[in-house]
């Protein structure tokens, strides 16, 4: 377990992560900074980004870091 569930449907919550396929035989993963933006590396800017979500780059997956149990000590 990584502590991350896959989520089959709803809208986007800060901090999901996005796997999104911009052009053939490409995948891309970006990190949600809201419902309508992201956080991603930009190949062409050679930087980390906040942009709108790009509404022409697919979604294949999406995933959500869900509660642990806190930890014990002994």
Avoid at 3 to 9: L, Q, S
Avoid at 12 to 33: K, S, Y
Avoid at 66 to 71: G, I, K, N
């Amino acid at each position: 377990d990584n502590g991350f569930a896959a989520v089959a449907e709803g809208p986007l919550r800060r901090g999901d992560l996005m796997l999104f396929t911009p052009g053939p035989a490409q995948r891309h993963l970006a990190i949600a900074h809201d419902a309508a933006s992201m956080i991603h590396a930009h190949a062409g800017l050679h930087r980390v980004v906040i942009q709108p979500i790009q509404p022409d780059w697919p979604l294949l997956r999406q995933w959500r870091l869900v509660d642990a149990a806190p930890a014990t000590t002994p």
